[in-house]
């Protein structure tokens, strides 16, 4: 998709401090972050959102997953813990039109609900 932001960013077109990319998925830090740790891991395919993802999607959204425990000990989180959230459509407070999966921590969360 040519004016998605999110695949200029796994094209090299847009810069972002990139901390992983391979064949499938790309990893790289929130420029708002939330929380000390944001990183935001995407499909390298244009997603629009989770909605769209069907069989052939599956490798690259298992790895958006086990990727994400990877960064997590990487950034020092993973003992004592972080979040992951993957928001879809509008209700679901999706800013990007591409789906991506955050890593949030580095501090306490807030309770989720609500």
Known sequence: MTDCIFCKIVAGDVPATKLYQDELVTAFRDINPLAPTHILIIPNVHL??????????????GR????????????????????LILNTGADGRQE??????HL???????????
């Open 96 to 101: 990007v039109p591409h789906m991506h999966l």
């Open 104 to 114: 949030l921590g580095g501090r306490r969360m807030q309770h989720p609900l609500g």
């Open 64 to 83: 958006m997953l086990t990727l994400a425990p990877e960064l997590a000990r990487q950034e020092h989180i993973a003992e004592s813990g972080y979040r």
């Open 48 to 61: 629009a959102s989770a909605n769209d993802l069907a069989p052939e999607h599956a490798a690259a959204a």
